[in-house]
């Protein structure tokens, strides 16, 4: 028995000491990373290749759903992008609301006669395709299909799209004027190396002044849930995902803005219908694709720390534990359906690192966790807590993560400095301190959950995301 | 106090470990406060330097403004009053955060003044020393360094120096020699195109896009020779051949892109299939049509394409060996042209298939 104990406090001093350092290691090659892309594109001249015809055709992808809210002001936004080459296709998923109406009225929509080439099976059209008469919205293309899901929308998306690229988004999202610019870099950069898919950073804009589909003015909401994810997309994207795609392990591009080699994405069949986490299956998958490929080509997923996509992230726990329980299940159907990768050396770092660091620190850390209080707790009832040990313990998890989250922020600095205002370094150092109670145990909550519906509720999908919308006002949060 | 006294005994008679687990704590409480002292400093820094950056350069372009005005008009002379400025210039970037503001500043007002008043620029860039500095960057180990030093002499149009700036020509860094070219295509327009016949790394679709924009910003429809380069052992020369072949019509070099439909890259076969086609290069179509089982789906793809633009009623047999190809693009190629060709032929086939594809093209291209 006393063994048993032994290995276990083991196992859990293991877990947390590798946990730990990977989060060390990983922060580390961010900061070079970014260091680096800073560098290397301090004096590119973005304006030669943003008015230039020859430059690569994108698709913006967008897929709405009972968005007529804000429809008109979002599509306006995407049609504003300073790209030559693109269209935007928006694919108004079965809606129930007026959103199709709006989008005729408002861009002088008339239907067309289109030519599918369905290469990737989808819900069928429901009303028709629709083009603008009106000449400055001639890059516009409104599909109106059956209800089948944000994937299905998206794979419709794909086969409609003619173009060499495509960048697949939220509607409700914000996007840069220079995003396709910025996130068509990589692909056209490599020389060797065939960048299969970008992502940049996702920031979010509650609070932030939104006009006519443009960010005037960044702010730090008051809204105490939000101020933490501000922090934790922070952590996320400034010292996880730059490191990972140094690495070339990089496992998931936001669902929120990606843009994907076109081709490849068709021929890995477009996103699952059946995951709630079709953003990392897609990339998953099409990494498997090009290592199973008989020439092994070289390819990479890039990733570049810009922020060139603004959010609206969940303001009430309600909205943000439904939000965080699909993502938990997300992870889990990607894993399990791709487990073959797993510490197979045929996959290369995604096979012998990638996964591999997925499954025990993104998948496995909820269930760690609550493990980790059940056998607190049973120490507790049989007053075999070492207390000195456990307020040590604890204090040096806490004051580590508080020292990862103000590294964050320091990187934000050095790179984007988005959040000048006088008193916002003081808030945000605040916010640190305060963070790893107000949302890590919803996070915690939410894993849970998202693991027991995976199992015992799989009838579960999507789950409501009400939004408020961004656009002419600035949030109250 | 007594709770301090409490945690010395509690360490005191800690185990080993619990004594090194309190002296992380230590070191990560030190970290953190250090850390929020940075931040602040950090913060506190960008804002003061931006606040300094935005006052310097508004005194330099005062000083630029008065420079510019302050030439005698009918002499090329400088006049007494632009060497003060100049000197006031000199003096005030001895450090090279504020030379790169001043040069910033000139970069700023020269896009917004033409003519004679952008000459003086110039000047002023030579007059102010600002040309050895950014010359001394080229000397320089850093990348970037090098790579800013030749984009300003870019800028600046400092023409004297391309063999310098052409020493980057095989620089390990991209962006070092992304520059070398930008400089000598801005400056010596399609002549500076001839490092095509040296580099021997690939010039990526980035630089070839930005390459191509600055010559179209040249109304020339002279180009060099650019067959060589169309034979080149560098891809990425000859891809960039083909865009200028496209560009500029370069009917001249057919011979060179008949054979390019040899090359062993799919990739370029294919791009010379579409220069081809657009080029309306009749002599390889009875090659590529000869030829067309054995090509890549690509190739073929591209072949249609070219074929919707040139088709003939002699091409009628070979249209008709694709109407149940089983590639949608080339299917649906095959029946526009097969309407336009012969429409009764077209309506004879509508039954042809009951592939539901099949029949989805067919009533789209009867009714469009």
């Known amino acids: 028995m006393q063994n048993t104990i032994l290995v276990i406090r083991f196992l859990f001093f293991l877990y947390g000491f590798m946990l730990i350092g990977s989060y060390i290691v990983l922060g580390i090659i961010s900061v070079i990373e970014s260091i680096e892309y800073m560098k290397k594109n301090s004096f590119v001249n973005y304006n030669k290749i943003l008015s230039s015809n020859i430059s690569p055709s994108i698709s913006i992808i967008a897929p709405a759903y009972n968005e007529s809210l804000n429809i008109i002001e979002n599509v306006r936004s995407l049609l504003s992008c300073h790209y030559a080459n693109y269209d935007v296709i928006i694919v108004n998923d079965g809606s129930k609301d007026d959103s199709l109406e709006k989008l005729i009225e408002a861009y002088n929509l008339v239907k067309v006669d289109f030519l599918i080439n369905e290469q990737i099976p989808t819900q069928p059209i429901r009303d028709g395709i629709y083009k603008s008469t009106n000449p400055a919205f001639e890059k516009l293309i409104v599909v109106d299909k059956e209800n089948g899901g944000k994937a299905d929308a998206l794979n419709m998306g794909l086969n409609i799209s003619t173009n060499k690229y495509v960048a697949c988004i939220d509607v409700d999202c914000l996007l840069i004027e220079d995003a396709l610019l910025k996130l068509i870099k990589p692909f056209l950069e490599t020389t060797d190396t065939k960048v299969i898919a970008a992502g940049g950073v996702i920031r979010i804009a509650n609070s932030c002044i939104i006009k006519q589909g443009k960010l005037i003015d960044v702010n730090l909401p008051k809204n105490m849930m939000v101020q933490g994810q501000i922090l934790e997309y922070l952590r996320a994207f400034l010292l996880g995902r730059m490191a990972w795609s140094r690495l070339n392990g990089l496992l998931v591009i936001s669902g929120a803005f990606g843009l994907f080699d076109k081709k490849i994405a068709i021929e890995v069949g477009g996103y699952d219908i059946h995951t709630v986490g079709e953003d990392m299956e897609i990339i998953v998958r099409m990494r498997r694709y090009m290592e199973e490929l008989e020439d092994k080509p070289k390819y990479k997923v890039a990733y570049i720390p810009d922020p060139l996509c603004w959010t609206e992230a969940p303001d009430n726990y309600k909205t943000f534990i439904s939000q965080r329980n699909r993502w938990t299940r997300g992870t889990i159907e990607t894993l399990r359906k791709h487990r073959k990768i797993g510490l197979n050396r045929k996959y290369g770092a995604m096979g012998l690192l990638s996964y591999p660091y997925w499954f025990l620190f993104e998948r496995l850390a909820p269930i760690v966790e609550i493990l980790g209080l059940l056998y607190f707790g049973l120490l507790v009832f049989f007053g075999k807590v070492r207390w000195d040990y456990t307020i040590a313990f604890i204090l040096v998890a806490y004051l580590f993560t508080v020292l990862f989250s103000i590294i964050a922020i320091i990187s934000e600095e050095l790179t984007y400095h988005q959040y000048k205002k006088k008193g916002t370094g003081l808030k945000m150092v605040i916010i640190s301190f305060t963070e790893p109670f107000i949302i890590h145990p919803f996070i915690l909550y939410s894993a849970v959950m998202g693991n027991i519906d995976y199992y015992f509720n799989k009838k579960k999908k999507w789950g409501a995301m009400t939004r408020k919308g961004m656009s002419n006002t600035q949030t109250k949060n | ?368």
């Open chain 2, 1 to 368: 106090m007594v709770v301090f006294n409490y945690f010395i005994e509690l360490f005191e008679k800690s185990d080993l470990i619990i004594e090194f687990v309190w002296f992380l704590i230590a070191m990560l409480l030190f970290l953190v406060i250090t850390i929020i002292i940075y931040l602040k400093y950090l913060r506190s820094t960008l804002r003061r330097n931006e606040k300094s950056k935005n006052k310097l350069e508004k005194e330099f372009e005062t000083a630029i403004i008065t420079y510019l005005y302050a030439g005698d008009p009918d002499s090329k002379e400088i006049s007494s009053d632009q060497l003060l400025i100049i000197e006031g210039l000199k003096k005030g970037t001895s450090k090279s955060y504020r030379k790169d503001i001043l040069i910033a500043t000139m970069l700023k007002l020269g896009y917004e003044i033409s003519g004679e008043m952008a000459e003086s620029i110039d000047k002023l860039y030579i007059q102010t020393g600002l040309k050895e500095y950014s010359l001394s960057k080229l000397k320089n180990k850093k990348w970037n360094l090098i790579a800013e030093g030749i984009r300003e002499l870019t800028l600046f149009e400092v023409k004297e120096v391309q063999h310098l700036v052409k020493e980057h020509l095989n620089h390990p860094k991209s962006e070092v020699r992304s520059e070398m070219q930008l400089y000598l295509v801005n400056l010596f327009h399609f002549k500076g195109l001839d490092f095509l016949n040296e580099i021997k790394t690939p010039i990526s679709e980035w630089d070839q896009i930005q390459l191509l924009e600055v010559l179209q910003l040249y109304k020339t429809q002279e180009i060099s020779d650019i067959s060589s380069w169309l034979k080149s052992s560098n891809e990425s020369v000859v891809f960039f051949s083909l865009k200028l072949a496209k560009i500029y019509n370069q009917y001249g070099v057919k011979e060179e892109l008949i054979a390019l439909l040899q090359h062993p890259n799919v990739n370029v076969r294919v791009e010379a299939i579409h220069i081809i086609s657009h080029l309306d290069i009749i002599e390889a179509k009875n090659e590529l049509k000869t030829n067309f089982n054995t090509l890549d789906l690509e190739e073929q793809i591209a072949f249609f394409a070219m074929i919707e633009e040139t088709y003939e009623l002699a091409d009628k047999p070979f249209i008709l060996d694709n109407i149940l190809n089983p590639n949608f693009e080339i299917k649906y190629s095959a029946l526009k042209i097969l309407k336009e060709l012969s429409l009764d032929e077209f309506n004879s086939f509508k039954d042809l298939s009951l592939d539901p594809q099949f029949i989805k093209i067919i009533n789209f291209v009867e009714s469009n």
